[in-house]
């Protein structure tokens, strides 16, 4: 079983678009992370959750949001797509903040 | 600004090679460090970690890394590598003065010509 999953694993849509990429794990752990990977594969956190509750909310625009409904899940929508956006977004989970993070595989998002 | 360096962006070796990765980092106070590896087309996948006790780590698939707490230093070794173990090698610190976030490195893409 996949320990952290999301989908899509591919998404290509337009700009000016609203998606959704979701996140779910079945680790057990409390936290969860939405990483950024751009094209020269440089990750930066954007969000973390710990039991449903927002800790980290990197320098992010707003049109991005994410929703945790429980600890197992963390969704990320986002408004208005734009060229930029094009990248790959990874969720991630850990049993605490300094634990080792599970990785999910990653969504391709292509802005066109 | 706090960040966490790799030195190398690109490495190109030889199978039977042996591999160095360096990584170092600006944070004061406690930290944990990791390496993680991505191979192509994958997830982030952990190779190993540093919390506390020997500075000297053992991982998976045969790599180390040292942590150098005076040269705030975290490299990783393999002393002979793989064709296999051609990926993107990340390394990664969380630190308590960051709010515990997880810092990553810029990457090292190392490609082993079998």
């Known amino acids: 079983d996949t320990a952290v999953s999301q989908t899509p694993k591919y998404l290509v849509t337009q700009m000016g678009n609203d998606k959704s990429i979701k996140c779910e794990q079945n680790?057990?752990?409390?936290?969860m992370y939405w990483y950024k990977q751009d094209s020269k594969k440089f990750l930066k956190i954007m969000f973390s959750y710990n039991n449903k509750e927002l800790i980290i909310n990197e320098t992010v625009p707003n049109r991005f949001s994410p929703k945790s409904p429980d600890k197992a899940h963390l969704n990320l929508h986002i408004n208005s797509l734009e060229l930029g956006d094009s990248a790959v977004y990874f969720c991630?989970?850990?049993?605490?903040?300094?634990?080792?993070?599970?990785f999910g595989d990653g969504t391709r998002l292509s802005i066109l | 600004a706090q960040s966490v360096s790799q030195h190398n962006h690109h490495v190109i070796l030889s199978e039977a090679a042996s591999l160095e990765l360096g990584c170092n980092y600006s944070?004061?106070?406690?930290?944990?460090l990791f390496w993680y590896v991505q191979y192509p087309g994958q997830h982030l996948q952990l190779l190993l970690k540093?919390?506390?006790?020997?500075?000297l780590v053992k991982g998976i698939k045969g790599f180390e890394a040292e942590f150098i707490k005076s040269k705030f230093s975290f490299n990783l070794r393999k002393p002979s590598v793989q064709w296999s173990d051609t990926a993107e090698y990340f390394c990664?610190?969380?630190?308590?003065?960051?709010?515990?976030?997880?810092?990553f490195g810029g990457g090292t893409r190392v490609l082993v010509k079998p």
């Open positions: 990664a610190v969380n630190a308590r003065t960051a709010g515990n976030k997880l810092t």
């Open positions: 944070y004061g106070g406690t930290v944990n």
């Open positions: 991630a989970s850990s049993q605490a903040e300094s634990q080792p993070q599970h």
């Open positions: 540093y919390f506390s006790g020997d500075p």
């Open positions: 680790l057990g752990h409390d936290t």
